[in-house]
């Protein structure tokens, strides 16, 4: 019977992570990743799968499994792709590395380009299909003791990198000969490159400042005499690039630091000649990329901004929605394609704009291919249809209400599908915290529901998805965002009937700071789960790969500069209020909050007798609940699940 089977944590298993929809300029075939979650071989089996956009035909272009992020050739011939193999180091230990290989759309098979360990940042093909612009890091750590005299020391899911520079790079793709561009810098992170329609310039984003590389300058390189100069500098955000189909703009992802960290990104346009600068999105006052939480995404290389004849596309998210927004400079942004209560996830166009390749998803569906075109939305695949019939799964609700200081808050409870009891509920915080909750789909969210519990998400204070102001919490973490999640508590109490006495508290990453933060200032939570998360900023400080000017920026202090506020807004500054029963989970290669943060809340607990378990995930990130192994997800979902049932007994009708 469709939609019998109970959706437990094993039931990652099978399920297929379509990723990467990449439309090739004519607009003939949109090129895609296709992974498959395996339990028995605990990976994440991808390969490259094509569809032709007038017959709808599918062809399996690589069959893995390992290989992921087509990007197509202008001509619409070729394409290049990474691979992920194994590689050894000079003692003979085996390193993950990326092999990018180079296929023909109409021939089977692939030819390897270049092999490298250290990964690859970004593409960005010539208009003769000739070469590629290439963004490289370059430089391996000590094999044995490592001596550090650069920052950052970590990245994480990168390891140490303190040895690595990322450079600018012109690969020929028939001979496969590299050459460096340069740019005459000491120290160099590159974020993005991208070649001019016209052929003549590569525009490159980098940073250059080792103490201080959120700032990143702009160059432009000539290809014909290989000279490069600046055309801005010190701007912030991702640094994401686009030419003008004349080869004269540019588009810049990202702001001036208006807000600090918080600050949302904009569409920029810079003129390479003047230098000047212009905001194009300042006007929607929202973030112009995607921050939508969800646990079924694999990896992308699409760019997230692409300028066409029709003008400039890219991601806007808004109230939990993700919508495809298009700019022409002197105009308003406009919605190209709102698709309601649901995520528009990555995207790419084709070069006249008329054929967009896209995602989506909703609480309920993993994602899909689609196709728009001539202002149609058509679905291209069912990659997931036959996995969605075997379990239940019940769909959210939303809710909004007013906060004490008069902001509208939103939130969304998911309940347990139907014929499944409702054992008690679970207040879910998200990461970030500029992150938001909404539309995306969290396959953890519903292993809780079909276990019994009731999701409460809620995007409090410092959430995206709203205005600049609503996100910015700079130097009050732990004030009105902790309030907001307390006031969405009454909510769901009061108006939604939720029972008082069966409800938990978790969270991840900041989300993991906030739960930390929410028992140490209120005992009304039978269980807490706190993963990824934080606990001191003051060790906090110079650890996380996020970077070390994060904490002082977000929390406007560092260990000798108001250090008292650093430990007034660390959750382990209360850890003698703590009663809740907690289960602390964290990543043993976790770069970004290290796990330090998990020890010193474990301790504390332990010493003071509040009932805590601390489980260790070895070999994982900060993205274990994301990408991690297979085994290593269910796992996590299974020991949740075991703290929940224990802290939170079957009895009911106790309210
Ligand atoms: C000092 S790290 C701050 C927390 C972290 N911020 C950004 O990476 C975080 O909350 N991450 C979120 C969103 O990616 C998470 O869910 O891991």
Aim: hydrophobic fraction near 35%; proline fraction near 6%; glycine fraction near 8%.
């Amino acid at each position: 019977m469709p939609g019998a089977e109970k959706l437990g944590p094993d039931s990652l298993d099978g399920l297929v992570l379509v990723s990467n929809p990449a439309v090739t300029p004519d607009g003939r075939y949109i090129l895609y990743t296709a992974a498959r979650v395996s339990l028995a071989t605990d990976s994440y089996e991808s390969s490259i799968l094509a569809v032709k956009v007038d017959s709808g035909e599918q062809i399996v272009l690589q069959s893995g499994p390992r290989d992921s992020c087509p990007v197509p050739s202008p001509d619409g011939r070729r394409y290049v792709f990474a691979r992920k193999v194994e590689q050894r180091d000079r003692r003979g230990n085996k390193l993950p590395g990326i092999e990018l290989r180079l296929a023909s759309l109409d021939a089977p098979g692939a030819s390897q380009l270049i092999a490298r360990v250290e990964g690859i940042v970004s593409l960005s093909w010539s208009p003769d299909s000739r070469r590629l612009a290439a963004a490289l890091p370059m430089g391996r750590p000590d094999e044995d003791v490592k001596e550090i005299e650069t920052l950052p020391v970590w990245f994480n899911g990168k390891g140490f990198v303190y040895k690595t520079r990322i450079e600018p790079f012109i690969i020929d793709v028939d001979s496969g000969i590299m050459e460096r561009i340069e740019l005459g810098l000491n120290w160099l992170q590159v974020s993005d490159v991208a070649w001019s329609p016209d052929g003549k310039k590569i525009a490159i984003s980098v940073a250059a400042d080792m103490l201080r590389p959120y700032l990143l300058d702009v160059y432009v390189y000539d290809v014909e005499n290989g000279e490069a100069h600046v055309v801005a500098q010190g701007l912030r955000g991702y640094g994401e690039l686009a030419w003008s189909p004349d080869s004269k703009l540019l588009a810049y992802l990202g702001h001036r630091g208006e807000r600090g960290f918080s600050s949302h990104q904009k569409i920029m346009l810079l003129n390479p000649e003047t230098g000047g600068l212009e905001c194009l999105t300042c006007s929607l006052d929202r973030n112009a990329v995607n921050t939508v939480n969800s646990d079924v995404r694999f990896r992308s290389c699409l760019k997230k901004l692409q300028w066409t004849i029709r003008g400039i596309y890219f991601l806007v998210s808004d109230s939990g929605r993700v919508i495809l927004y298009r700019v022409q400079p002197g105009m308003e942004p406009e919605p190209v394609l709102d698709p309601g209560e649901a995520v528009v996830d990555e995207f790419s166009a084709s070069r006249d704009g008329s054929i967009i390749a896209y995602t989506l998803m909703t609480p309920v569906d993993p994602k899909e291919l689609y196709l728009y075109r001539g202002m149609e939305a058509r679905r291209l695949t069912r990659h997931t249809e036959a996995w969605k019939r075997r379990y239940k799964l019940a769909q959210p609700r939303r809710f909004s209400f007013r906060a004490s200081d008069g902001a509208t808050v939103e939130g969304w409870v998911l309940p347990p599908p139907e014929g499944v009891e409702q054992r008690g509920w679970v207040l879910y915080i998200h990461g970030g915290p500029k992150t938001m909750w909404g539309y995306g789909f969290m396959h953890e969210f519903h292993v809780l529901s079909n276990a019994g519990y009731t999701v409460v998400y809620v995007n409090p204070r410092g959430s995206d998805g709203y205005s600049e102001d609503f996100a910015d919490i700079r130097c009050r973490y732990g004030e009105r965002d902790y309030m907001d999640l307390m006031e969405a508590v009454d909510y769901v109490v009061k108006q939604l009937g939720l029972p008082k006495s069966r409800a938990a508290v978790m969270g991840g990453s900041y989300g993991g700071f906030m739960t930390n933060w929410v028992i140490g200032h209120t005992s009304f939570f039978r269980a807490a789960v706190t993963m990824r998360g934080i606990s001191n900023w003051i060790s906090m400080y110079g650890t996380t790969d996020i970077g070390w000017y994060f904490v002082e920026d977000q929390l406007c202090c560092t260990p000798w500069r108001r250090s008292d506020l650093c430990w007034e807004k660390s959750p382990l500054r209360y850890a003698d209020r703590i009663e809740t029963p907690t289960l602390i989970i964290h990543s043993n290669e976790d770069y970004r909050c290290w796990l330090d943060q998990a020890l010193q809340l474990y301790t504390a607990l332990k010493l003071r007798g509040v009932e805590t378990k601390l489980a260790i995930f070895p070999g994982e990130n900060h993205d274990l609940s994301r990408s991690g192994k297979p085994r290593h997800r269910v796992k996590r979902l299974q020991l949740i699940l075991d703290w929940l049932n224990k802290h939170i007994p079957g009895a009911r009708n106790e309210d």
